[in-house]
Structures are given as structure tokens and as C-alpha cells.
């Protein structure tokens, strides 16, 4: 992957935003480097960061990067995992010995990985109040908290076309941290009944 690719998932019960990120490591390439550079904005971004290590070849520079990255981490959740356990082993997990190392396999679908987030997920709220939640989407919910308050006056004064512009505003806001619903679609659907700007 040379670039940040995001889907929405489902793990268990719940619905989360998968990001998979390009590879970290030095490169001259610049498209990739702007991959890599997006992949470490992700990580400051992430709640649950999984790092993802090849069993089948020796640990490296570019591994070393990644642990250098991941010791620095404060307040995130990180899962070590180690992949293609099918595979004889030839990456020294020693290196990796300050995490919990969870071993996965493509052909086994990465049912332990998969296992293993919704026992994450399904913490949240209990003990330590494990809270998901990064800066990225408390900006944007303040964002559209602030967009429906300057809704409220243009809604009471009739002026229905600023209502809409905020509320718009508040769609966007919230879009960027959920599924990205057409805001046209929802303000057609929400003021079918409105006739606007006139």
C-alpha cells in the first residue's frame, strides 16, 4: 500500500473506520512519501493502532522505525500483531517482548485479530473508561455543535436559507467522522417541505 485506504467495518457489535496505511519507511519515492506521511498522521489520529510485523523475514530498519513509533505513542491502544504464523518463523520476537504479541494468518481469515478488537471494543465504559475517541472527531463535533447554535436564530427569524447553510455545515462536520452521507441528500429529505430562498 502506497497510500491511506479507509472502509468502515464491522467487528461484533460494532461499527468502526478501518485506515490502512502505507508502509513506514524511507523512500525517495515521492508519492510514497506522501503515503508515509499520511499513514503517520493517521496513527497521531487513531484510537486502536494494529501494527502488522512479517513473520516470514528477518526484523529490520524499517521495523525498528515503526517499534521507535509506537514507544513514543501515549494514550493509544496498540495491538502487535505478527502475521503469516502459518509460515515458518524467521522474525526475532524478542524485539517485540514490552507488547502482547498476537500471532494471525490470512488463510485463518485473522479470526484471533478479529477476536481480539471486539474485546477491545466491548471494553469501552467499563474499568478504566476506555474512551475511542480521537482529537480529530472532538474538533468535529464541536465544529457541528457550533454550526446548530448559529442554526437556532435563522430558524426563529424565518430566514431559512441561513438555517440550511448551518445545518449544512453541521452535516460536513459530522460526515468526516462518519459514513459521508450526501449533506444535499439529507437537507432535501429534511426540508421537503420548505420552500427555500424565496
Known amino acids: 500500500t502506497r497510500d491511506t485506504i479507509e472502509e468502515q467495518v464491522r467487528i461484533g457489535s460494532h461499527i468502526i473506520r478501518l485506515v490502512d496505511t502505507a508502509g513506514i519507511r524511507e523512500s525517495e519515492d515521492t508519492i510514497e512519501k506522501i503515503g ?16 502488522l510485523f512479517d513473520s516470514s523475514r528477518e526484523f529490520d530498519e524499517e521495523d525498528e522505525k515503526i517499534l521507535t513509533i509506537l514507544d513514543a505513542l501515549e494514550d493509544k491502544h496498540i495491538v502487535v500483531a505478527l502475521n503469516k504464523s502459518d509460515l515458518d518463523r524467521v522474525f526475532d520476537t524478542n524485539t517485540l517482548q514490552s507488547y502482547d504479541l498476537l500471532e494471525v494468518s490470512a488463510k485463518k481469515a485473522f479470526v484471533k485479530l478479529t477476536e481480539k478488537l471486539e474485546q477491545l471494543f466491548d471494553g469501552i465504559g467499563e474499568g478504566d473508561e476506555l474512551m475511542l475517541i480521537s482529537a480529530r472527531q472532538i474538533e468535529a463535533v464541536t465544529k457541528a455543535k457550533a454550526s446548530i447554535e448559529e442554526a437556532k436564530r435563522p430558524l426563529t427569524d424565518g430566514e431559512l436559507e441561513f438555517f440550511s447553510y448551518h445545518l449544512q455545515e453541521a ?18 429529505k429534511m426540508f421537503g417541505e420548505f420552500c427555500l430562498g424565496k
Do not use: F, H, Q
Open 36 to 51: 508515509i506521511e499520511r499513514s503517520l498522521s493517521s496513527v497521531k489520529d487513531a484510537d486502536v493502532i494494529v501494527a
Open 171 to 188: 452535516v460536513k462536520s459530522i460526515s468526516s467522522i462518519s459514513k459521508p452521507y450526501d449533506s444535499e441528500e439529507i437537507l432535501d
